[in-house]
């Protein structure tokens, strides 16, 4: 089947010039709708003529979804529609954030970091190349996972949180989020839910054709950042086939509250691994009360991978996984 | 309204994905309708059965007279259980209400399999297959309850044996839908991963796959009906004393003369409901 890659299919294009209008066009056209942000994710399927949407309601026009400003409790509140060149070089997100910053600046190029946006990055699908091809598999509403057949090429796919479907989350910020502990607000003509960042994000169990709560007709609006802990340490990192312009083959972001030398509290978070970003509450658990060195950090990894289940050519990811825990414990700053 | 989800598989084929989802809306209709129709069509006092018992049959008969055993009552509301676990956790994400359903639906699955493999047992070793199989007698029966519930007849509803026609055939249409929902879904276990056995996605073609889904999604739609039709017939004040016979086992000697015809369930004199446990007096 050829894939004509040059034309775009038409389809009614709105322009809301603020967040009620913007939802209640969501809610009108509902599932026949799509909600374009930066555009990356978006002219990817366009142009491969594998979503076909009748209405596409760009938000490049909402001013009030622009933007960092002061959380009400000491925190800070991100539009979704802030670039994520504007939240890595932001001050006070460098500063009081660096886990958020440092996974922001890691996204891509800096042209894409300058088109793309916070809730873009959040929201985006699967990389799962037999799901992009419009192949029917689940997550397409068929009734196969092709990339979890014995033949498969599934290196990049998932070795937790599998359930029928394999892909992964590509999100670089998804797992700063949820280490974070930020509190996801979305919008819809109901009014506006907040979720925290770790339900915000759902497995292929819950809903395998989803990779967030975001439903027809919902709106991801800002991101609130809680008031950073005194004496939290933090880790991030990505790894990938190369250097730049790559999506995560795995990544940790780490988040340690250490007082007098010993950990009191933990946030573990893996992405690249799973259909979602994975909080790994076993390392967290086997972490607790110690000092954050190798050794914590080699119970922590040996934790992480406990019920990992490679595919055929993804047992890397185990490895991998493991010693990017243990690093983020011993050498969280 | 579309019957079937049908997509292009990678070379190019149409093949079926499954059944559409709209049809299990329409099965909730076709209930309430069925529901609707039959409650303002048919008045409660048309179910089989003379007015009064007649002493003469009466005599010798316990007062308690057991119509199902301990173990067919087990089999019923435990195939009950995993029954409504299967519909909600197939439909209810459908709704919207998002949980982790598949494991869930498979294991419920599993429990059914091993209820039907009880009654089966049960049915073979300790009742009278006869009861259930659909005679002669059975239409005749069907023929004239028809007339009395539509009006074209005064006659008196007949008796029936030990089950009713109607009981009869809701028993073969049920155990049609459920054991081809059964057997499509151990199948479409091949496609999932679990401890029981390995994944096999090339068991099947691609449209063989695709029409074991559309079967298994006819045969769930099905239990929709079929579940809101038993569940109508068990509140239903004529037949609510059959509902309570499924929780007590017994029915007094009045339902039984009234509504049951001695010489084709056949209850031994002096037998109580105590003491036997079989359920099965012929």
């Known amino acids: 089947m050829a894939v004509i890659r040059d034309m775009i299919p038409p389809f009614e294009l709105y322009q809301p010039a603020g967040v009620g209008d913007a939802v209640r066009l969501l809610n009108e056209h509902a599932d026949r709708g799509w909600v374009l942000a930066g555009g990356l994710d978006t002219f990817d399927w366009f142009k491969d003529r594998i979503k ?31 670039s994520l060149t504007e939240l890595s070089e932001n001050g006070d997100v460098r500063s009081r954030y660096p886990l958020l910053a440092e996974a922001a600046e890691l996204v891509a190029t800096p042209q894409i970091r300058n088109q793309g946006t916070l809730g873009g990055n959040i929201a985006q699908d699967t990389r799962c190349w037999y799901y992009r091809s419009g192949w029917p598999c689940y997550r397409a509403g068929g009734n196969i996972c092709y990339a979890a057949t014995p033949r498969s090429m599934n290196r990049e796919h998932c070795i937790l949180g599998a359930s029928r479907c394999v892909a992964v989350n590509p999100s670089d910020t998804a797992p700063a989020l949820v280490a974070l502990d930020a509190q996801m607000v979305v919008a819809n003509v109901s009014g506006e839910t907040t979720y925290a960042a770790e339900d915000f994000f759902i497995g292929p169990d819950i809903d ?8 027809p007709g919902d709106l991801l609006t800002r991101i609130r950042l809680p008031a950073p802990q005194a004496g939290a340490r933090y880790y991030f990192e990505k790894i ?26 933990a946030r573990v978070v893996v992405n690249g691994v799973a ?7 076993a390392s967290e658990v086997a972490v607790r009360g110690r000092s954050p060195d190798d050794e914590a950090g080699q119970a922590a990894g040996a934790a992480a991978v406990a019920g990992a289940r490679a595919l055929r050519h993804n047992d890397y990811k185990i490895a991998l996984m493991r010693n990017l825990v243990r690093r983020s414990i011993r050498d969280a700053a | 309204m579309d019957f079937l989800r049908r997509a292009l598989n990678p070379w190019g084929e149409e093949v079926p994905m499954g059944v559409s989802w709209d049809l299990a809306w329409a099965a909730v209709a076709l209930g309430a309708l069925f529901v609707i129709g039959h409650a303002l069509l048919i008045p409660k006092k048309t179910g089989g059965g003379k007015a009064d018992a007649d002493a003469e049959e ?64 049960h049915a073979l070793t300790k009742q009278d297959m006869g009861a259930m199989w659909i005679g002669r007698q059975d239409v005749d029966e069907t023929a004239k309850s028809l007339k009395v519930a539509l009006r074209a007849s005064e006659e008196e509803p ?17 155990t049609g839908v459920t054991v081809g929902a ?25 449209a063989v796959w695709g029409w074991i889904y559309v079967v298994h999604g006819v045969c769930g739609i099905g239990l929709i009906f079929l579940v809101i039709a038993h569940v109508y017939f068990a ?8 509902t309570w016979s499924m929780i007590h086992g017994w029915i007094d000697r009045d339902r039984y003369l009234q509504n049951h015809d001695p010489k084709r369930w056949v209850v031994a004199r002096g037998e109580t409901a105590e003491g036997r446990g079989d359920g099965q007096s012929s």
């Open chain 2, 58 to 121: 009466a005599e010798g008969l316990p007062k308690k007279i057991l119509r199902h055993s301990l173990g067919a009552r087990a089999f019923h509301w435990s195939m009950t259980v995993a029954m409504f676990v299967l519909l909600i956790t197939a439909f209810f994400p459908l709704l919207g209400i998002r949980f982790p359903w598949v494991t869930i639906h498979w294991i419920a699955g599993f429990g059914l399999i091993l209820t039907l493999i009880y009654h089966i047992y």
């Open chain 1, 240 to 265: 990938r086939d190369r250097k730049s312009w790559d999506f995560s083959l795995a990544s940790v972001a780490t988040v340690l509250d250490v007082e007098a030398g010993v950990i009191r509290d």
């Open chain 2, 158 to 174: 007949p008796r029936s044996g030990k089950y009713p026609p109607d009981q009869k055939m809701f028993h073969h249409v049920a």
């Open chain 1, 208 to 215: 395998i054709t989803r990779m967030t709560v975001l439903e």
């Open chain 2, 182 to 206: 059964i057997v499509t879904g151990l199948l479409m276990m091949f496609r999932i991963d679990h401890f029981l056995w390995g994944q096999n996605p090339y068991l099947f073609s691609d």
């Open chain 2, 235 to 242: 509140i239903r004040p004529e037949k609510r004393w059959m």
């Open chain 1, 275 to 281: 259909p979602y970003p994975v909080r790994l509450g």
């Open chain 1, 52 to 82: 076909r949407p009748a209405a596409v309601i760009d938000l490049g026009g909402i001013d009030e979804l622009r933007g960092i400003a002061a959380g009400p409790d000491g925190g800070l509140d991100i539009g979704a529609m802030t």
